[in-house]
């Protein structure tokens, strides 16, 4: 199994999509070839491909980190399930709705400039300019100074979250499931780069379920080096 994912200029898997697939790789006890790549030699991956992760199993390519997770249960039903029942992918579909247009959005405004930081020279102007196009015409730096309202913002957001991991241990109950990984993904992204302790309150519900995360399938998440 070959997983293709972003790397940044030193080699750290930063992605919050491609730490979805890593995560669910990992539950299911497969250590994939990881092959990195920078945003600039994505699409020289296969024709047609312009995202990661990507991973190739065989004769199948799957370009869509969902499609990789119903594909891992697909073919591995014996083993744990990333998802196990009708409901648990239902409350994937939300989570992965949910982070993808809420908190995506937010948490790249708090790390976007620093994102710039870690890239390969080669991506930086790519980067910059489809960034900057999404935050019509504001530049990565200005993100900065508007850090300390997306703060506040992402912890307002987080705060149901909050509230769930009180009650219980993971997103589905007692044991971690897809919607897990997708949501450890956004963190995991805002830690690798360095900004997750802004916004996650220590000693949280949230802190102990992102710990407890980090240290699932042998660490595979806490391996990645934490930003600044
Ligand atoms: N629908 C895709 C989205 C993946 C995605 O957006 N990946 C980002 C990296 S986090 C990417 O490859 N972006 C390429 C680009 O912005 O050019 C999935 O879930 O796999």
């Given at each position: 199994v070959i997983l293709y994912e972003l790397r940044d200029r030193g080699g750290r898997a930063f992605s919050p999509?491609?730490?979805?697939?890593?995560m669910a790789l990992a539950h299911k006890g497969i250590r994939?070839?990881?092959?990195?790549?920078?945003?600039t030699e994505i699409a020289g991956i296969a024709?047609?491909?312009?995202t990661v992760p990507v991973l190739v199993d065989g004769d199948t390519m799957l370009r869509d980190s969902w499609d990789v997770a119903v594909h891992l249960d697909e073919v591995l039903p014996g083993v744990p399930a990333l998802m196990p029942t009708e409901g648990d992918r239902r409350l994937a579909r939300f989570v992965h709705h949910w982070t993808t247009h809420t908190?995506?959005?937010?948490?790249?405004?708090?790390?976007?400039?620093?994102?710039w930081d870690v890239l390969e020279p080669a991506d930086q102007p790519y980067f910059r300019e489809s960034r900057e196009r999404r935050l019509r015409g504001m530049r990565l730096e200005d993100l900065r100074d508007g850090r300390h309202v997306v703060v506040t913002e992402l912890q307002s957001a987080l705060?149901?979250?909050?509230a769930l991991l009180v009650e219980q241990?993971?997103?589905?109950?007692?044991?971690?499931?897809?919607?897990?990984?997708?949501?450890?993904?956004?963190?995991?992204?805002?830690?690798?780069?360095g900004g997750a302790?802004?916004?996650?309150?220590p000693?949280?519900?949230?802190?102990?379920?992102?710990?407890?995360?980090?240290?699932?399938?042998?660490?595979?998440?806490?391996?990645?080096?934490?930003?600044?």
């Open positions: 999509f491609c730490w979805r697939s890593r994939p070839q990881v092959r990195q790549v920078c945003f024709p047609g491909t312009r908190l995506h959005p937010l948490i790249f405004r708090a790390i976007g400039a620093e994102i705060g149901p979250l909050e241990e993971f997103l589905g109950g007692g044991q971690a499931s897809y919607a897990d990984y997708i949501l450890f993904g956004a963190l995991q992204w805002a830690r690798v780069i302790h802004l916004f996650i309150k000693d949280g519900a949230l802190d102990r379920w992102f710990a407890h995360c980090l240290d699932l399938h042998g660490g595979v998440g806490r391996q990645e080096a934490a930003g600044p």
